[in-house]
């Protein structure tokens, strides 16, 4: 069991820059049930980026957009599109984890600062992760504004779908890459392996991809990487990398205690999900034996079932939200299971491959 060297305690929310955070809120409120509650921009002294803070259980999502073109968000959003641009921690003092995470061989992003408004301070820090991204840690002493400094508060609710959590978060990394951040999140952060698949689990007759889960001690915070393996197409690994112009977060798993509701209203929504054929259905009783939800049910809101010797799961992925084919999500239910639907990877990648093709990438 390793230990927890950088004193994570959770994610304290993920930030996403996006084109049009305005739009992108009304979106991720409308479509993914998230409220707003926080807000920073031109009107409270944000003269570089306008931040809609939106929360959906634990689930903390911050839409950002730069102001101007000299801005480095506005780099990213040049290079990458709408993605993710940094996942960030709460630490118990994040001095001590900036310091121990670089000594441990990590490149700093941003030093130890001190973020301060009326409601008091934080200190921040952040250290640079595949590709673009990076993750923040965050401590908090005695601040009391509603999420971070510089945020005013801005109730507007959403019509919460039941998600509670992030689940995981997958990074994409190049070919030959995914050992080195694996040994990466090990060493700087005290990560785990936590499951690997190989192109024998993950192969169709066109592409393969490689992932190891790397997971922290107490499992809560855990960090699928992936990298391309050689098929006979372009994998969906290559599309992400050739449209996100290089690494970055794939996709994000959103947590859910009761799939069926969520995603009957994330479909009502207009949420779209890839799509399985029937096929799958037919064979899932033999599959995955007993479960407690009803086989009509999963069939007709198209959703994914494995089972391994802990438990099952009940799982589906959007389609990318954005125009480039990059990030995704999913939604996950676990009865038990502590995988990430392994049992799935052929249907589903046949699934997405099918949509490469029609998009001209596969
Ligand atoms: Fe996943």
């Not at 739009?23 to 031109?42: D, E, P, V, W």
């Not at 780099?75 to 310091?99: K, M, P, Q, S, T």
């Not at 995470?101 to 992760?129: F, K």
């Amino acid at each position: 069991m390793p230990d927890n060297p950088l004193r994570l305690k959770s994610i304290h929310h993920v930030t996403f820059v996006v084109g049009n955070a305005k739009q992108a809120a009304y979106y991720y409120r409308k479509a993914f049930g998230f409220s707003q509650f926080a807000y920073a921009g031109l009107e409270t002294g944000s003269r570089d980026l306008a931040c809609h803070a939106m929360q959906q259980g634990k689930a903390r999502f911050v839409l950002a957009t730069p102001y101007r073109s000299t801005s480095p968000e506005a780099d990213h959003l040049h290079r990458h599109g709408d993605g993710v641009v940094d996942i960030a921690f709460h630490v118990e003092d994040a001095d001590a984890a900036f310091g121990e995470a670089v000594r441990r061989g990590a490149q700093p992003a941003v030093e130890p600062r001190t973020l301060s408004d009326e409601h008091g301070s934080v200190r921040h820090a952040a250290i640079r992760t595949y590709g673009d991204t990076v993750h923040s840690f965050y401590s908090f002493t005695d601040y009391t504004g509603p999420f971070l400094p510089g945020y005013v508060p801005r109730p507007i609710a959403g019509e919460d779908v039941g998600i509670l959590r992030v689940d995981h978060m997958v990074g994409n990394v190049e070919l030959g890459q995914m050992e080195h951040w694996a040994t990466w999140y090990s060493t700087v952060l005290g990560f785990a392996r936590y499951i690997s698949f190989d192109d024998k689990d993950i192969s169709t007759e066109y592409s393969a991809l490689m992932s190891i889960v790397m997971s922290d001690n107490s499992y809560a915070i855990k960090f699928p990487l992936n990298e391309p393996a050689a098929g006979k197409r372009k994998s969906q690994i290559d599309e992400y990398l050739d449209f996100y112009g290089g690494p970055g977060v794939q996709h994000v798993a959103l947590l859910s205690a009761d799939i069926e509701q969520t995603v009957t209203r994330l479909r009502a929504n207009g949420v779209e999900f890839l799509s399985v054929p029937d096929s799958y259905y037919d064979m899932l009783p033999q599959r995955v034996g007993e479960i407690e939800e009803a086989i009509e049910m999963v069939r007709s809101l198209r959703i994914l079932v494995d089972r391994d010797e802990e438990g099952y799961l009940l799982q589906l992925f959007s389609r990318p939200v954005e125009d480039r084919p990059t990030v995704f999500y999913e939604i996950i239910q676990r009865k038990g299971s502590r995988g990430f639907g392994k049992g799935n990877f052929r249907a589903l990648f046949e699934a997405i491959e099918r949509e490469q093709e029609l998009r001209g990438n596969l």
